[in-house]
């Protein structure tokens, strides 16, 4: 019998990634597709590291690096940490990963067993609760909606904690809402958290550099807390490296040494050559990257524009990532012109994808069924008719 193990049976597929995997069979049928289901710069990797990967290779950095990624590279990520957060950290302490994606499921399974939970604000990315499952940890899911800017309160946060808390998972900038929350914010939360020393605050900061307004804040900066920090970062969004796989954590000692365990165990060290890449984005200036996020400002201007000129989507405005988060349960119940009732936000995306032929991604699969995932890292004459498209596929539904 052909079987699956349990364990994968209970996973969901990335709601993100069937979206996009949508839009390209149609493209390739000849439809002129927007993909606005990709949380994925559009711009290419700066010349100055790409030119770095190519010494490397001519300099035959192709053999196996050590687990947790060269000393270079590690040495090079804390002194980022000092200079941009002002946090200390040593290179013992920095875990290099395929991607921000396997660090974060690295923490997870290294801390969580059956039955520990961890609290997962909503809405959240995909791939956290999944990979809490992934872990056999339990999920506790704290809601907050577009009236509370997407972020949870400090009696949110108190409300969720039980004796078998283990971990709470924060995204800020967040995906998929682009809220961020502010120094003031974290704070309250830090607070809370200090009164509980059992519990992990693992902190996916990939959005750190996409940020709309002004600096970064982290709450490793707490010190009350800092020793139960597990900060998540890495090159993919700031540098436009999303294809070369470097993600990584700075941690408690002991949660580094458990996750160079696990990674020694089932992946090793990531790619040398996008090891060295990264070393030179990190020992380079931020020139490359300030001019990326100045051309995501403007896009998000223009996006929050043009979404708030369609009836029946609420917009809150993001400081941070590249997303847009309309909720539209406006259209919830709504009818199609070929008789089909649009149930949920995933139909209404499908809907989009198939009526206006621009994909996007329903909030279910990020815990917020009543909203809906538009990414604006694309052109502007790409957003302008996008959304031209969405205005008129939705006023045909009645």
Known sequence: ???????????????????????????????????????????????YIKEAAKK????????????????????AIVNKLKTENNLEYKADQIVCSNG??????NVLMSIIGKGDEVIVPAPYWVSYVEMVKLAEGTNVIVNAGIEQDFKITPAQLEAAITPKTKALILCSPSNPTGSVYTKEELKGLA?????????????????????????????????????RVVIVNGVSK?????????????????????????QGQYTSGPCSIAQKAAEAAYLGDLTAVNEMQEAFERRRDLTVSLAKEIPGFNVQVPQGAFYIFPEC??????????????????DLAMYLLEKGHVACVGGDAFGAPNC????????????IEAFARIKKALAELK
């Open 1 to 47: 019998m052909n079987q699956v193990s349990a364990r994968l049976a209970a996973l969901s597929p990335s709601e993100t990634l069937v979206m996009s995997q949508k839009s390209s069979e149609l493209a390739a049928q000849g439809f002129d597709v927007i993909n606005l289901s990709v949380g994925e710069p559009d711009f290419n990797t700066p010349t």
């Open 56 to 75: 490397a290779i001519d300099n035959n950095f192709s053999f196996y690096s050590p687990v947790p990624g060269y000393l270079p590279l590690r040495n």
């Open 100 to 105: 921000a994606k396997q660090s974060v499921c």
């Open 191 to 227: 607070d809370v958290l200090a009164k509980y020393p059992g519990v992990i605050i693992i902190s996916d900061e990939i959005y750190e550099h996409i940020n709309y307004g002004g600096r970064h804040e982290s709450i490793a900066q707490f010190s009350e807390i800092k020793d």
């Open 238 to 262: 700031a540098y436009a490296m999303t294809g070369w796989r470097l993600g990584w954590i700075a941690a408690p000692q002991w949660i580094a040494s458990a996750c160079n365990k696990l």
């Open 329 to 346: 349960s406006f259209y919830l119940g709504k009818t199609t012109p070929q008789g089909a009732t649009i149930k949920t936000a995933a």
């Open 372 to 383: 809906i995932r538009m990414s604006y890292a694309t052109s502007d004459e790409k957003l």
